[in-house]
């Protein structure tokens, strides 16, 4: 088997598996080890050498069991939209792109700030050399 791509994704084909798996977005390790567990893949063999037995295995249960790809991202996406709609503080926070989890901003998240240093000496160019 030359190239592998599963839900418009190529994994490469000198990883095992259970690794190439988790290129896929919204599947990682630990869910490639039940998909391989489900399609009866026990020795984690690299993506070349796979059999089309096992590839299509692979295919029917990510397709019929997980959402993967771009239906995920889009229900992210329409779940936060929803939050904005609705005016929920996770929402505002998501639209001001600040920390929507509870994280501290005085001190980190500087860089979704936009790396903002509003101290004293931050920034602070050398002081000129005597002439």
């Given at each position: 088997?030359a190239?592998l791509r599963?839900?418009?994704v190529?994994?490469p084909?000198?990883?095992r598996?259970?690794i190439?798996?988790s290129y896929?977005?919204?599947?990682g390790v630990?869910?490639?080890?039940?998909?391989?567990a489900?399609?009866e893949i026990?020795?984690?063999p690299?993506?070349a050498?796979?059999?089309d037995?096992?590839?299509?295995?692979l295919?029917d249960?990510?397709?019929?069991?997980?959402?993967v790809?771009?239906?995920?991202k889009?229900?992210?996406?329409?779940?936060?939209?929803r939050?904005?709609?609705i005016?929920a503080?996770?929402?505002?926070?998501?639209?001001?792109n600040?920390?929507?989890?509870g994280?501290?901003t005085?001190?980190?998240?500087?860089?979704?700030?936009?790396?903002?240093?509003?101290?004293?000496?931050?920034?602070?160019?050398?002081?000129?050399?005597?002439?």
């Amino acid at each position: 088997m030359a190239v592998l791509r599963l839900s418009g994704v190529t994994l490469p084909a000198t990883k095992r598996i259970e690794i190439a798996m988790s290129y896929l977005y919204g599947v990682g390790v630990p869910a490639s080890k039940k998909i391989l567990a489900q399609a009866e893949i026990t020795d984690n063999p690299k993506v070349a050498d796979l059999t089309d037995a096992q590839i299509s295995k692979l295919r029917d249960i990510i397709e019929k069991h997980y959402k993967v790809e771009g239906d995920l991202k889009r229900e992210v996406l329409l779940n936060i939209k929803r939050l904005k709609e609705i005016g929920a503080y996770r929402g505002v926070r998501h639209s001001r792109n600040l920390p929507v989890r509870g994280q501290r901003t005085k001190t980190n998240s500087r860089t979704v700030r936009g790396n903002v240093r509003r101290t004293m000496g931050s920034g602070r160019k050398p002081a000129a050399e005597k002439t």
